[in-house]
Each structure stands twice: as C-alpha cells, then as structure tokens.
C-alpha cells in the first residue's frame, strides 16, 4: 500500500490529527516531491515513539539543533516506505540494532512547522515537516549510544519524564497525544 492509501485509511486519534490528515492529503494531491527535500516549504518525515518492552518508558535523544529531547526519526530523502525510514533513524540515531515496530501500521500523523535554523553550515528556512510516526519497541537493556552529528544525550525517559525533558511546547502536545495514544494500546 502507498503512503497515500495509507494516511488516508489512518483513523485520526483527535481533532489535530483529523485536520492534519486532510492537509497532508491535499499537500500530496498539490506537490509530487514531497518525499525529497527539494520541495523547501513541506516534506515527508518519518518519527518514532521508541518505547521499552513493557511500554513504561520511551528512548529520547537530545537534539542538537533544537537543543532539546525528542524523538528520534528524520527526512524521507526519497523513500517511499516510511516505516523503513522511521527504523533507519531509530537504529542511526540510538545505536541500537534491535528495533521493531509493535504495529506496521501509522501510529500517528503530525504537520510541524520547523524554524529557520543552520545545518551542515548552510541556512535552512522554515518550513513544515509533513510526519508520520510508528510505534517502535527496543530492549532498555541493549546498549545505546549518540549519534554527535544529530544529538548529545541519549536516555530512557519514563512516559511523563519525556514530556517533561522537551523544551519544545509544540512538542510536549504531540508526546501527549502518543502516550495518551500508549495508554489505549494497553488497555485495550
């Protein structure tokens, strides 16, 4: 399935999610180079909520750019399957080498607008990251370690300490929503 079929069969968790999947839908009916960083004003990205076995903690780095935790994921750079990406960067960016999804399916959709910043020592404008996150699972007990190019810590955080440990408020909403999304996984 494409990644078109596959946001629009999503079943949006909240209000943002219903608005930000009518958006990203539009955004694929407009531009046909979303999955490339050549289209400066939006692209597709990948993230992952990386949590432990039991679900009671996620794996956050603290990101360089932003100067803050956060998940790990990154650009689509081409890649059509995003689930691919999303484990990509998760393995980059942690170290680690063994990490599954618990689900294939999205685990959640975001539209995030991303300041100007440098990168590599070239300007970079703002612009919006069309994101898709999985739900990834890993052993707190493999080792991790930081990846210095991207982040400077790396850490498992309990699911509120992870909200907690973001300075980014448009952030803390989305970690939220995937622990509230979490707390769902469990009791059902």
């Known amino acids: 399935m494409n990644i078109r079929q596959q946001i629009k069969q999503y079943k949006p968790f909240n209000a943002q999610e219903t608005k930000d999947q009518e958006m990203l839908l539009r955004y694929m009916d407009t531009f046909d180079n979303l999955l490339t960083?050549?289209?400066?004003?939006?692209?597709?990205?990948?993230?992952?909520w990386l949590v432990n076995e039991d679900f009671s903690k996620v794996l956050m780095v603290y990101h360089n750019i932003y100067q803050s935790w956060s998940w790990v994921g990154g650009h689509a750079d081409g890649d059509s399957d995003l689930l691919h990406v999303a484990l990509k960067e998760a393995k980059e960016e942690t170290g680690l080498s063994n990490i599954k999804?618990?689900?294939?399916?999205?685990?959640?959709?975001?539209?995030?607008?991303?300041?100007?910043?440098?990168?590599?020592?070239?300007?970079?404008?703002?612009?919006?990251?069309?994101?898709?996150?999985?739900?990834?699972?890993?052993s707190e007990n493999e080792s991790i370690q930081i990846k210095a190019d991207e982040n400077s810590d790396i850490g498992w955080f309990g699911l509120?300490?992870?909200?907690?440990?973001?300075?980014?408020?448009?952030?803390?909403?989305?970690?939220?929503?995937?622990?509230?999304?979490?707390?769902?996984?469990?009791?059902?």
């Open 37 to 48: 960083r050549e289209n400066e004003f939006a692209h597709f990205t990948a993230s992952a």
């Open 101 to 138: 999804p618990v689900k294939e399916d999205i685990y959640s959709i975001e539209i995030l607008g991303v300041p100007a910043h440098e990168k590599k020592g070239k300007h970079v404008s703002t612009h919006v990251h069309l994101n898709v996150t999985y739900l990834l699972q890993a």
């Open 160 to 188: 509120n300490d992870a909200i907690e440990a973001s300075t980014e408020p448009e952030m803390k909403v989305v970690y939220k929503k995937l622990n509230d999304k979490l707390k769902e996984i469990q009791i059902g």
